[in-house]
């Protein structure tokens, strides 16, 4: 044969095979600065050995919310997500209650799709986790018990951004008004200042500054109070100044070494330097209001009571309350294990920005503290969306 012929042959094989490659469908989608690829939802790190189960009892209540929602709008203001419709149909297909755990892999399996979520080239992210404090306080003021938790203030004001611009759906300011101007409100220093003394009727008191600007960190908490009983508070507002970390600092000037930080040794930090802890705290201009709450809790932003363990505070940006994410994270779970596995949408916090962003809910009191306080750990995220929602690239 001629070396023609053996051109020409090799030619039409290299066409027919880059025909064949162009069929094949590229498994990662850009949308804005995120990049989506996806995997099987069975190979998930580790799908096979998670109590998915515990999860989808924390989505069935968030199932409630999504279905008071119009179908005809989207999930969240992402592209990704889907409209209400997509979810409400899966929320109709969630496995009877006491089924057996296979039951609920299946599920999973069938109805959705799994993506990894890479920022910018960065496929890892930052998770951290919080939990319920139990302190003691009273209703009334006195000697031992003399720090304010407020209330939200009649003046305060909080806007919704998204309410005026589709583009910054899930963004907050919070202010005054002075005249016809809404201005900053006040910052911490200023409240522990006595900024709202005269205008605002606090609803409990503490016995430790310390343990009110952990609380404040937390959004929630149990008040023990001098009979024994107990109330629940829970986060009714905010004065709008961005959170600051203050093991940040603790870290810049070598009071704290990195692989040492946590909530606990901030917390002896400031026991210890009694003259420096106002002056460190109030580095975090941010500050949290309460309200009581009579009923199961504590309660997340979507407004249901967070399941421990099982419920991730995330950035609304990115994904909407509700929403079913998967962690694979550097970080021993309640048993020891690496925490992989399913979790649910339900609460947002000041701290918690950008799409591999998450944090923990780890429950009430001591146990919790030990899993919630020292953790700072890498991981990487995934989302799972029903199957009938169509991703583009864009």
Same mark, same amino acid.
């Given at each position: 044969m001629s070396v023609y012929f053996w051109f020409k042959?090799?030619?039409?094989?290299?066409?027919?095979?880059?025909?064949?490659?162009?069929?094949?469908?590229?498994? %990662?989608? %850009?949308?804005?600065?995120?990049?989506?690829?996806?995997?099987?939802?069975?190979?998930?790190?580790?799908?096979e050995s998670d109590e998915v189960d515990h999860a989808l009892l924390a989505f069935r209540k968030s199932c409630k919310k999504i279905a008071r929602k119009n179908l005809r709008t989207r999930?969240?203001?992402?592209?990704?997500?889907?409209?209400?419709?997509?979810w409400v149909d899966i929320c109709t297909g969630l496995p009877a209650l006491g089924s057996n755990k296979a039951k609920y892999r299946q599920y999973l399996i069938q109805n959705f799709k799994a993506y990894k979520i890479d920022d910018r080239g960065n496929p890892e992210g930052l998770f951290t986790?919080?939990?319920?404090?139990?302190?003691?306080?009273?209703?009334?003021?006195?000697?031992?018990?003399?720090?304010?938790?407020?209330?939200?203030?009649?003046?305060?004001?909080?806007?919704?951004?998204g309410d005026w611009r589709k583009s910054m759906k899930g963004e907050r300011i919070a202010g005054k008004l002075v005249g016809p101007r809404l201005k900053p409100y006040f910052t911490r220093k200023e409240i522990?200042?006595?900024?709202?003394? %005269?205008?605002?009727?606090?609803?409990?008191?503490?016995?430790?500054? =310390?343990?009110?600007?952990?609380?404040?960190?937390?959004?929630s908490g149990k008040i023990e109070l001098p009979d024994g009983s107990r109330v629940r508070i829970g986060y009714a507002g905010h004065n709008g100044h961005n959170y600051f970390p203050i093991g940040r600092h603790l870290k810049k000037i070598g009071a704290i070494p990195s692989e040492n930080m946590s909530l606990q040794r901030i917390k002896s930090w400031l026991i210890q330097?009694?003259?420096?802890?106002?002056?460190?705290?109030?580095?975090?201009?941010?500050?949290?209001?309460?309200?009581? =709450?009579?009923?199961?809790?504590p309660i997340g932003a979507q407004g249901l009571a967070l399941?421990?363990?099982?419920?991730?505070?995330v950035d609304r940006k990115f994904f909407p309350l509700g929403m079913?994410?998967?962690?694979?994270?550097?970080?021993?779970?309640?048993?020891?294990?690496?925490?992989? %596995?399913?979790?649910v949408a339900q609460d947002t916090g000041g701290a918690i920005k950008g799409p591999i962003r998450g944090d923990v809910f780890w429950g009430s009191g001591e146990r919790a503290l030990e899993l919630a306080g020292?953790?700072?750990?890498?991981?990487?995220?995934?989302?799972?969306?029903?199957?009938?929602?169509s991703i583009s690239s864009n």
């Open positions: 042959t090799l030619a039409v094989i290299s066409v027919f095979y880059c025909l064949g490659c162009a069929k094949i469908p590229d498994p %990662r989608l %850009r949308t804005g600065d995120l990049e989506l690829r996806k995997i099987s939802v069975e190979s998930l790190p580790g799908f999930f969240g203001g992402q592209l990704y997500t889907g409209l209400v419709k997509d986790g919080y939990f319920e404090p139990i302190l003691k306080g009273s209703l009334t003021k006195s000697e031992k018990f003399s720090v304010p938790i407020y209330p939200r203030p009649l003046d305060l004001v909080l806007v919704s951004l522990r200042e006595g900024a709202l003394v %005269r205008t605002t009727k606090p609803i409990m008191w503490l016995s430790s500054d =310390i343990d009110a600007f952990f609380l404040h960190i937390q959004g330097n009694p003259k420096q802890k106002n002056i460190v705290m109030d580095l975090n201009p941010s500050y949290i209001f309460f309200r009581q =709450i009579a009923k199961e809790g399941t421990p363990g099982r419920s991730l505070a079913l994410i998967w962690l694979d994270v550097d970080y021993v779970d309640e048993e020891g294990m690496r925490l992989q %596995r399913l979790m020292p953790m700072k750990a890498e991981g990487n995220l995934f989302i799972l969306i029903p199957k009938t929602v």
